[in-house]
């Protein structure tokens, strides 16, 4: 059977996916990976001075660290998503308002996703991020408020999701991985993981 | 309520997806509109002389072609998705070899996917294509086997789905809409639907 292995990935040891993103669940499982999940418990919060561009790597170093001291035989994979729009980072917004208002930024312009991970064993850690620059035509008002009404999008970077409706009818261009924007550069974390020992 | 229209998208006649493709008929669901599926029962031959970059939409206004005599108040959408490799259209596979083969030529290179799509109703219509050029890294020949005999692309231009595994671990850059790549640029027949008089 040549192709078992490349399926399941069997690494004989135990592999944690640190998210509670159920997106980053999908992707993993869809590119054959079994694991389980563990959310770090860490506050996301980042030094005022560090540039925007090394800010999800540092969180997803950060999220690996939370293991470091009760990792052994396991392989922890850690991530951050981080959007980025005139050299300033937006986060999850805190309600209604806020979404809205990231919205009517992002709103007709480009903007850059940026995925940190962090792969971490007993041996060894590898980090690495992926960018991709995503281009939103003009929505109308109404268009952002019918999106933040139904569907609530406070858990996410920037305040959408690009497969949801608004993905759809906003995003005209990407360059770089759709997958990234979603919350994980998942060939590069297959890449990492297939020639991890 | 603000809102209901632009979720519906209530044109107060009926919509018709002329597609059997499950990705289609998920973006157009998940876009907010509602539809029924047809399937136009014709052949997806094409004129040898025709431009490579007028194929998409040649079929897409083909199939359209189907309905036109029986059309009443429906608004009818069409659509055709090809992929080009190095100027030649590569079809959906016949077999498991000639899905190996393809994918043996996509393997490491940058490719074109275009989708044209056809939208007609008693008193219009009107036709348009998208483009996304997509860049697979370096799979190996275990990688593409693997992936033929699990998923049976045999109905995929190409002979892959961008969402499949496949599309996870080999797509390491797209330069236009991703949506387009899974067979519909979602964005512009929102777009074009919502001024649909």
Sequence with gaps: MCCENTRSMNFNRP??????????????????????????????SFPAELPVEQVARYLANKKAEYFRTEIHNEIIVTADTVVILDGEILNK?????EAISMLSRLNGKTHTVMTGVCILSAGKEESFDDTTTVTFRKLTQQEIEFYVHQYK???????????DFIGMIAIERIEGSYFNVMGLPIHKVYEHLKNWS
């Design 93 to 97: 917004p805190a309600d209604r308002n």
């Design 153 to 163: 999008p406070y858990d996410k970077a920037g305040a959408y999701g690009a497969q």
């Design 15 to 44: 592999l944690i996916l640190a998210s509670s993103s159920p997106r980053r669940q999908f992707l993993m499982r869809e590119a054959g990976f079994e694991f389980t999940i563990e959310k770090p418990d860490v506050d996301e």
